[in-house]
């Protein structure tokens, strides 16, 4: 976690496949918290419904991470 934690602090946007459980959707958020992109940009992508509401808080600063794919609607 620690490595895509460092990876996202050097961006604006990242963009993360496969969310699952939400574990290292954590380490990206961390990260660009620390990244000194004026504009913040997190896309999450799965094709099963992901579950963001524990995490709504800290993501609502990079706006709306409920992305999915094959026209399922995010939880």
């Given at each position: 976690?620690?490595?895509?934690?460092?990876?996202?602090?050097?961006?604006?946007?990242v963009a993360e496949m496969g969310v699952r459980n939400?574990?290292a959707t954590y380490a990206f958020m961390k990260g660009?918290?620390?990244?000194?992109?004026?504009?913040?940009?997190?896309?999450?992508?799965?094709?099963?419904?992901?579950?963001?509401?524990?995490?709504?808080?800290?993501?609502?600063?990079?706006?709306?991470?409920?992305?999915?794919?094959?026209?399922?609607?995010?939880?």
């Open positions: 976690m620690a490595t895509l934690r460092q990876y996202a602090s050097k961006c604006g946007v939400v574990v660009l918290e620390e990244s000194g992109a004026a504009a913040k940009k997190l896309f999450c992508v799965d094709i099963e419904p992901v579950d963001f509401s524990p995490e709504q808080k800290m993501a609502a600063k990079f706006g709306d991470p409920t992305l999915c794919v094959r026209g399922r609607p995010c939880a």
